[in-house]
Structures are given as structure tokens and as C-alpha cells.
């Protein structure tokens, strides 16, 4: 039988009070990267149903592989945005094959602070953004080639 | 509606929370300030046991079996339709036992939408639930019908304007909530079922946040229907009421097909069973129905005006110490107008993370949308922090989630 054990003081305290670092409310209240791109090249918007979250992200291009320039907007809770803000400073002079390799722990290993399953949708928002972001522009480029190729 | 107190039990908080054994977790270490109530209400010790105690005892599937455990089944679970019907003062066979207030407001809108044609209208309000959205929505694009929405005046409250411009002749349907689950505001629902009949218009009520902790008579609002879930009211989740007028269900047709709800199945064509049985296809949750029987027992046991008279001192307390708390915005109508739900918003910090700094007090509030998305957008904001209490909640846990909001601006060092 599976049977409910209150968890002890503890456990329940360990990493507790690590969340709000100097950091974490350094980039929330200082966002690095903060703002729009006039034409980007790639633009995504999407939001966090469970809390409201929201991010955009947009993204200039050299020669199609390569991001010279990458700015976000959005509205949220101190974790969504400071990791918004981190992945945007860690993204410039990527090439998209490189930020297409960025998981969900490299994120949590940037923001550096014990993350628990419910704020897990928080910290991951700006890298699922930024994904389908270059997921919608490389079927465009695909598309595009077909055709340039079909006329 | 009498307004004198019913001398049933004098209410006393400290007997109450003896009832409630979830009140004697602690989180993080510290006693467990439970303000989470419009979400899902904690339950009472006697809830826990009748369901224990059906499976323990007489677990049988219900209407299906000549046996003495079937017969024992049968009887709790008609029972608790008895129980509701008399808690809102409507009849048996106006009873329907749902899954929730979601699966309640589906069932009447894939129902009724069935008659709507394209230049018919629905009209609900900008404060309503998704639950109480959606379904219109999906339904009023399938027929072609248009979807009107009530406005909120700067108060807080439903516009009156709004009101008697977007109910018309084309208004088929009206359905709203009776009390706003973010900003509280206890709507003029008797009224406004006025206009929608005037109108010809069906009304329907959403009685979620209501049915716990107010005095629901659907004959003195005269509602056609009326939605709400167990779960907040004491009782199991998986189970909610929808009422509906009997003359209305008897022309309605089900929603659900399948066992329990028919008289007689040919190869071809069936017959639809007897009110409620019609509306409830399946095995039903036999458990929960039972459950939640037990759940107005207690309600009952303690009075509604009682609960009612409670909450409504934890309100204005709340509207009080908030209010002196630096930084805070409280959405929503004065105490006067509301029942016991107090939305508010931190300057600079998000919903989110005050719920989590809340959290490590102990202090369980909810943070979001709230299912109310339309809402957030009228109110120009993203997230809300929502407190909410019920019976068991003190004025003391109150001003700890005050004191607790002073946390909030060290962490943030605003
Ligand atoms: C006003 C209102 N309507 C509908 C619902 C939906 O209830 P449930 O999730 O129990 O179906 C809720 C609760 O979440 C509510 O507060």
C-alpha cells in the first residue's frame, strides 16, 4: 500500500530558499536583450497556460545560419524571463545548428537554481519558443526551395 | 430568503477544523493557511468515511442488480440526488449527476446548441470560467450562431447597460455565473434571468463558486439550469449537479448514449429511461454521488447562513489587511459585493512567484489566469494571486498571509 508520509522539515527545506538568487532577480529586473528587431527573420509568441507566461522571441540572420541578433519581449513570473533573458545572451553568434542543440537541462543549468516539476513550464517557455520558432523558419526556407525549384 | 441565522450549531471554527484532517499537515514545517478554496474546498472526515465505507461495504453497481448490495448501492446513490435536490430546492428528477460544473454547462450547451440556427444569439459575460465559454464558443460556430458578451463595469460589477443592450428577441440562450471565481462579484443573476426570460431566452446559471457557501434557490431565481461541482462544496471530485427545469429536460434530448439511460433498445431506435436517468449514461461515479450526499449533510449541519455569515467576515478582513499591505492591487467589487474570493497582484512581481514565496509560509494560494483568460485581458493583466476561503479558515490565517506578503518584498528587495 502506497501510503502518505509527511515529508520532514528537512527535505522539505532542502534548496528551498536558493530559488531568488542575486542572479536570478538580476536578469529579471535587468533583462538582458530586452526589446523588438525591425524585420527578424525568425519571429515566435507563445505563452504558459498554467500561469500566463508569455514570450516572444526574434531573431536576425547572416546568411540564413547565422544569428547576429536576437532581442525578447514578455510578461511573467521571474523565472520565464530570466531564462528568456539568459538564453538570448547565450544564443548571440550561434549558428541555428548550434541553438537547435540547446536542451531543457542545459536551461536549468544556466539558471542554476533547484527548479521544481511545476515551475519546470516556466524555465523551458523562451527555449520551446525559440524551437518553434526555427522549426516555422526552416519549413518556410524548405518551402521556398521547392518553389524556387518548381518555377 | 430569511435572514435570520439558523440556530443550528453555533459556529465555531476550531470544532470545524477538528473535521477537516488535511488542517493538520504542516508544509515546509509550518501549519498548512489553506486560501485555495475556489479552486477545490478540503473535506471533511465524515466524506472521507461514507466513501470508504461504501467500498468497504456495499460497493455494487447501481439500477443494475436485484441483490441486496446493488439494492444498498441504488438506494445511498438516489439518495444523494434526494439530498441536492432539496439543498437547491428543486426535485428529484430535476437532479443530473455530472462529473463537474464543466461536464454540467457541456451537456446543456451540446444539447440546446443542437436548435440554434445561424442568426440566433448566446450571450454570457466577460467573467465567465472557460468552462462556461468554451462550449458556447465551439457550439455557436458550428451553427452559425454569434456569441455576445456582457460587459464589466469599472466596479468590478456587471454593466447594467451591457445587460439590457446585448439581451434581445435574437438572445436564445443566456448563461452566466452567479459568482465570479477571481473577482468575487455576486451577480444580479435573479435579475438578469428576468431579462433572459422576458426575452424567451434560456438561463442558465453557473453555480460553482455559489452552491458552497451561499443560499441557492434555483425557484426564487427561477433558473432553466444550474451548474456545480462536489469538490468545492466538501465533496469528492468526479461529481457535479446539473439542474435543469423538468418541462425543459423532458423535451431535451441526452447528451450521453449508452446504459442506465434508456428504457428500451431495439435494433434501430431506443427510449429514452425516466428524468434523471436520461442525462446519466454508464456506470455512474457511484462514490462520489454518495459522497457528496454526505458533503451537503455536513454543509447542512453547520447552516448555509452560517457558512455564508463566516466567509463574509474573512472577506472584509482580507479586503482590510490587504488593502494596508504597500504594493498591493486588489481587483474586484468592495466586500459588500462580493463573496469570499480577494484576487490581487504585487507591483512588479509575478503572480507566480508570489504564490511560491507564499507557499514556503505554509500559505497555499492560487496564481494564474484562473481559468479566466477573457477576464485577464478586460483587467489588463496576465496573472493574478487569488486567495479564497472557507469554513475552516481564520481571521489569524488571514493576517499571516499579510504578514507573509512583507517576505515578498525582502526577497524581491523592493
Ligand atoms: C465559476 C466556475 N465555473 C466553473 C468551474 C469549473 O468547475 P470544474 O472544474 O469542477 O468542472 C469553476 C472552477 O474551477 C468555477 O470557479
Not at chain 2, 75 to 90: L, M, Q, R, S, T
Request: aromatic share 8%.
Amino acid at each position: 500500500m502506497t501510503e502518505f508520509k509527511q515529508p520532514t522539515v528537512e527535505e522539505d527545506v532542502a534548496g528551498l530558499d536558493m530559488i531568488y538568487r542575486e542572479h536570478i532577480l538580476d536578469h529579471y529586473k535587468n533583462p538582458r536583450n530586452h526589446g523588438n528587431i525591425e524585420h527578424p527573420d525568425i519571429s515566435f509568441h507563445d505563452n504558459n497556460p498554467l500561469c500566463g507566461d508569455e514570450i516572444k522571441i526574434e531573431v536576425k540572420l547572416d546568411a540564413q545560419t547565422h544569428i547576429s541578433d536576437v532581442k525578447f519581449t514578455g510578461r511573467g513570473c521571474a523565472i520565464s524571463q530570466c531564462a528568456a533573458s539568459m538564453l538570448t545572451e547565450e544564443l548571440k553568434d550561434k549558428t541555428l545548428e548550434e541553438a537547435k542543440k540547446i536542451t531543457n537541462q542545459d536551461i536549468i543549468g544556466m539558471l542554476a537554481i533547484p527548479i521544481s516539476p511545476v515551475r519546470m513550464k516556466c524555465a523551458i517557455l523562451s527555449l520551446k519558443v525559440l524551437e518553434a520558432g526555427i522549426y516555422e523558419y526552416e519549413n518556410k526556407q524548405k518551402l521556398q526551395k521547392v518553389r524556387i525549384t518548381d518555377s | 430568503m430569511s435572514k435570520t441565522k439558523l440556530a443550528l450549531k453555533t459556529f465555531d471554527v476550531e470544532s470545524i477544523r477538528k473535521d477537516f484532517p488535511i488542517l493538520k499537515r504542516r508544509i515546509f514545517g509550518k501549519p498548512l493557511v489553506y486560501l485555495d478554496n475556489s479552486a477545490t474546498a478540503q473535506k471533511p472526515q465524515v466524506v472521507i468515511d461514507a466513501m470508504t465505507d461504501y467500498y468497504t461495504n456495499y460497493n455494487a453497481n447501481v439500477h443494475r442488480g436485484i441483490h441486496k448490495l446493488s439494492e444498498e448501492a441504488t438506494h445511498a446513490y438516489e439518495e444523494a440526488h434526494e439530498k441536492v435536490a432539496k439543498f437547491i430546492n428543486g426535485s428529484f428528477e430535476e437532479i443530473i449527476f455530472t462529473k463537474g460544473t464543466t461536464e454540467s454547462l457541456n451537456l446543456v450547451a451540446y444539447s440546446l446548441g443542437k436548435a440554434l440556427k445561424p442568426g440566433d444569439e448566446v450571450v454570457i459575460t466577460e467573467m465567465e470560467h472557460h468552462s462556461n465559454i468554451v462550449p458556447w464558443q465551439q457550439v455557436c460556430k458550428e451553427k452559425g450562431a454569434a456569441l455576445k458578451f456582457i460587459g464589466i463595469a469599472e466596479d468590478g460589477k456587471l454593466d447594467w447597460n451591457s445587460i439590457n443592450s446585448q439581451i434581445t428577441k435574437k438572445t436564445k440562450i443566456v448563461s452566466l455565473t452567479h459568482v465570479s471565481n477571481v473577482l468575487g462579484t455576486i451577480n444580479p443573476i435573479k435579475e438578469i434571468g428576468k431579462v433572459a426570460h422576458e426575452n424567451n431566452a434560456i438561463f442558465i446559471v453557473d453555480a460553482a463558486q455559489s452552491v458552497p457557501r451561499m443560499r441557492v434557490d434555483v425557484k426564487d431565481l427561477d433558473a432553466d439550469f444550474l451548474a456545480f461541482s462536489g469538490h468545492k462544496m466538501y465533496g469528492p471530485t468526479g461529481i457535479g449537479v446539473l439542474y435543469g427545469k423538468k418541462n425543459i429536460l423532458q423535451d431535451m434530448s441526452p447528451f450521453l448514449y449508452g446504459g442506465d439511460m434508456i428504457k428500451e433498445v431495439k435494433f434501430h431506435e431506443s427510449r429514452w429511461n425516466d428524468l434523471p436517468w436520461k442525462f446519466e449514461a454508464g456506470t455512474p461515479n457511484i462514490e462520489q454521488g454518495i459522497g457528496l450526499g454526505v458533503a451537503i449533510d455536513y454543509i447542512n449541519s453547520i447552516g448555509i447562513e452560517n457558512i455564508e455569515e463566516h466567509e463574509r467576515e474573512l472577506t472584509k478582513h482580507a479586503m482590510k489587511v490587504l488593502e494596508e499591505v504597500p504594493l498591493v492591487t486588489i481587483y474586484g467589487p468592495d466586500a459588500e459585493s462580493r463573496s469570499s474570493v480577494v484576487a490581487f497582484n504585487f507591483d512588479n512581481v509575478h503572480a507566480h512567484d508570489v504564490a511560491t514565496i507564499l507557499d514556503r509560509e505554509g500559505i497555499a494560494v492560487r496564481a494564474g489566469h484562473h481559468c479566466a483568460m477573457p477576464l485577464m485581458s478586460v483587467l489588463n493583466i496576465i496573472a493574478s494571486v487569488r486567495a479564497s476561503f472557507a469554513i475552516y479558515n481564520t481571521k489569524e490565517e488571514i493576517d499571516k498571509l499579510a504578514a507573509s506578503l512583507a517576505t515578498v518584498r525582502k526577497v524581491f528587495k523592493l
